[in-house]
């Protein structure tokens, strides 16, 4: 009994088409999100070179040496704004 109680309003939701525009507003707003986040704090690319960069300051730093030539492909890009803030 308790399924179909469950089922019921989902199936009515479907018949209305509300799901589906349910669904879209949805997805727009995660992207709205996602896009906020990304000016915000810089994109998922931005982050993986910087966490690559990241790791060669470490090794230069423990090795005490000095890196010529990082290589990553695609080809590393910029770093986040929000990362400047922490020199």
Same mark, same amino acid.
């Given at each position: 009994?308790?399924?179909?109680?469950?089922?019921?309003?989902?199936?009515?939701?479907?018949?209305?088409?509300?799901?589906?525009?349910?669904?879209? =507003?949805?997805?727009?707003?995660?992207?709205?999100?996602?896009?906020?986040?990304?000016?915000?704090?810089?994109?998922?690319?931005?982050?993986?070179?910087?966490?690559?960069?990241?790791?060669?300051?470490?090794?230069?730093?423990?090795? =005490?040496?000095?890196?010529?030539?990082?290589?990553? =492909?695609?080809?590393?890009?910029?770093?986040?704004?929000?990362? =400047?803030?922490?020199?």
């Amino acid at each position: 009994m308790n399924k179909l109680a469950f089922l019921f309003p989902l199936a009515l939701l479907a018949a209305c088409g509300s799901t589906n525009s349910y669904l879209a =507003q949805k997805n727009t707003t995660v992207e709205m999100y996602q896009i906020l986040a990304s000016r915000l704090v810089g994109t998922p690319e931005e982050w993986i070179t910087k966490t690559i960069r990241d790791m060669v300051r470490s090794i230069e730093t423990a090795a =005490q040496a000095r890196s010529r030539y990082v290589e990553g =492909q695609p080809k590393l890009g910029p770093e986040p704004a929000i990362a =400047q803030l922490d020199s």
